[in-house]
């Protein structure tokens, strides 16, 4: 049977972490503090911010929350990003998207800081990425999924690994991170030929193709790590990922449950991106 890679030990270990680091912010006269930026009243916009307002409770950052009509004109939601950006005492901005129509989300992405883009939507910090140059902050899910194989002790460095999806959010980013740890990496996507057999010879299976059922049996063999990162609503109404988890529970070596696996990671991703640029602006306070 394979081990259940769960995130509440993750996020229970980092949370210790980062509160210890935000009492020390705080000694020295500031609190981490996160803008949520959030147009209108949408029932996902309104779980996920409750869920990441409890878990900055336990971290110690300060959650201020800017609410508008969902009615509120681009110009208008431009000027609200640039106070933000110019607030001293805001550390990390999260805007929610999808954003209304008539927004344009480009323009809206790269109006924020880099430097205070806390969840790596601007092209500046996805070209931070890229380059190893430390701007911005990578996108949170991707870096949940290598923090949760660091905690778990899973091997990286020299590991082929399959990453299946290819966007910005997930598949991109998580690939260079997880070249950054020396693995081996291969993308798939909806094109890829043979994928159960590319799939087979990998050490490390990162599934994020946002499909019920794209990693099945035939793409498994004994002793891989699979990390599923997609939030799917299968045929029963119930959440699923992308992965077969009972095929994989049986064949794999280790495998993340969904819902609580990578997701439950990526709130406690969130805000250590934030204490760190309030560390970040703590030090360069010092030196002006």
């Known amino acids: 049977m394979a081990k259940v ?48 307002t409890k878990r900055a409770e336990k971290t110690g950052v300060t959650v201020r929350k800017c609410v508008f009509p969902e009615d509120l004109s681009q110009e208008d939601l431009l000027r609200e990003v640039d106070v933000l950006n110019h607030d001293s005492t805001v550390h990390g901005i999260l805007i929610f998207r999808p ?7 480009d323009a809206v ?48 460095e020299g590991k082929r690994a399959v990453v299946i999806g290819r966007s910005q959010v997930i598949g991109k980013p998580v690939s260079m991170l997880l070249l950054a740890q020396n693995a081996t990496v291969t993308i798939c996507h909806s094109r890829t030929q043979n994928l159960a057999q590319v799939c087979r010879e ?27 990162v997609a939030m799917n609503v299968g045929a029963d109404g119930k959440l699923c990922g992308d992965v077969d988890y009972e095929a994989a529970g049986k064949v794999a070596g280790a495998v993340t449950p969904v819902p609580g696996g990578v997701g439950t990671v990526t709130s406690g991703v969130l805000m250590l991106h934030v204490v760190t640029a309030a560390e970040r602006e703590a030090s360069r306070s010092m030196l002006r």
């Open 5 to 52: 890679l769960t995130g509440k030990e993750v996020v229970s270990q980092l949370s210790d972490e980062l509160k210890e680091r935000s009492e020390i912010l705080e000694r020295r006269g500031g609190s981490p503090t996160l803008a949520v930026v959030r147009l209108g009243e949408r029932p996902d916009d309104l779980a996920y911010e409750r869920g990441l």
């Open 99 to 105: 954003l209304p129509a008539g927004i344009d989300d």
């Open 109 to 156: 992405r790269a109006a924020l800081a880099p430097e205070k883009d806390v969840d790596g939507i601007t092209d500046l910090s996805q070209a931070g990425l890229y380059t190893g140059s430390g701007v911005g902050f990578a996108p949170c899910t991707a870096e949940a999924c290598i923090k949760l194989l660091k905690h778990y002790k899973i091997p990286m």
């Open 202 to 228: 990998a050490d490390l299976i990162i599934a994020a193709a946002g499909h019920p059922g794209t990693v099945t049996a035939a793409c498994l063999r004994p002793g891989q790590t699979v990390v599923d």
